[in-house]
């Protein structure tokens, strides 16, 4: 079986300060993780996914997330916040022998000026 | 670009309507699904398919069916819709290997009152 969990569902930054959202995922097998972005009445975009190559993945838009099989984790950070950053944040799982990608319940980002 | 279009974005339906969210995926995906969005609970499954005719239940399937007659097209069907089903309605699809990326479509609002 696998799960997610996001931990905070609301997360506030100042424009230019370090955007550190956090994920910890459990996967019977190895897992194949994934961040994603959903700004005001759209649907989910891809930020990036791990994929059994490097640990530390770099995604567009400046993020970047390192898989810490020790920890079960899989973070997501970015140096310097920008206003445009404010949306709701996923982390989500699959894994080998499933169909299924299980998400978290998500991450609000709010970017003070 | 990938391209997984939602007939319609907002639909208000009476209690006891039957309700139909079209959704049609342009890359050849072989894996389609829908899940539904609500505050504070992320995104849950509600059907998945993995090919023609083929369906599969997801985590919440009670209310709901699905039809999938072309590759390209997957359908949600209400068959009588309730007040608890008011939410947000995403369509996604990828490729059938693990670890592929997961598209979404821009999301159906339905209100039932």
């Known amino acids: 079986a696998q799960s997610v969990t996001q931990l905070g569902s609301h997360v506030s930054v100042s424009e230019g300060a370090l955007v550190l959202l956090r994920c910890n995922y459990s996967?019977?097998?190895?897992?194949?993780l994934f961040w994603y972005v959903q700004y005001p009445n759209q649907g989910l975009q891809l930020l990036l996914k791990y994929t059994s190559a490097a640990t530390l993945v770099k995604g567009i838009n400046g993020f970047e997330a390192e898989f810490k099989k020790s920890e079960t984790s899989f973070h997501l950070t970015k140096p310097s916040a920008h206003m445009s950053d404010a949306a709701e944040y996923f982390c989500?799982?699959?894994?080998?022998?499933?169909?299924?990608?299980?998400f978290g319940t998500g991450t609000r980002l709010k970017v003070l000026a | 670009d990938v391209k997984v279009t939602q007939s319609s974005r907002y639909l208000v339906k009476r209690t006891g309507e039957k309700v139909f969210l079209e959704c049609v995926q342009d890359m050849d995906h072989e894996n389609m699904f829908w899940y539904r969005q609500d505050p504070g609970l992320g995104l849950r499954l509600i059907y998945f398919s993995y090919d023609v005719k083929m369906k599969e239940k997801g985590d919440i399937p009670e209310g709901y069916s699905v039809s999938r007659e072309k590759k390209e097209r997957f359908s949600l069907i209400l068959e009588s819709a309730s007040t608890n089903q008011t939410s947000m309605y995403l369509c996604?699809?990828?490729?059938?290997?693990?670890?592929?990326?997961?598209?979404f479509g821009e999301g159906s609002w339905l209100t039932v009152v």
């Open positions: 996604a699809s990828s490729f059938l290997a693990p670890g592929n990326t997961i598209y």
């Open positions: 989500a799982v699959t894994g080998s022998g499933t169909y299924k990608y299980i």
């Open positions: 996967s019977s097998v190895p897992p194949y």
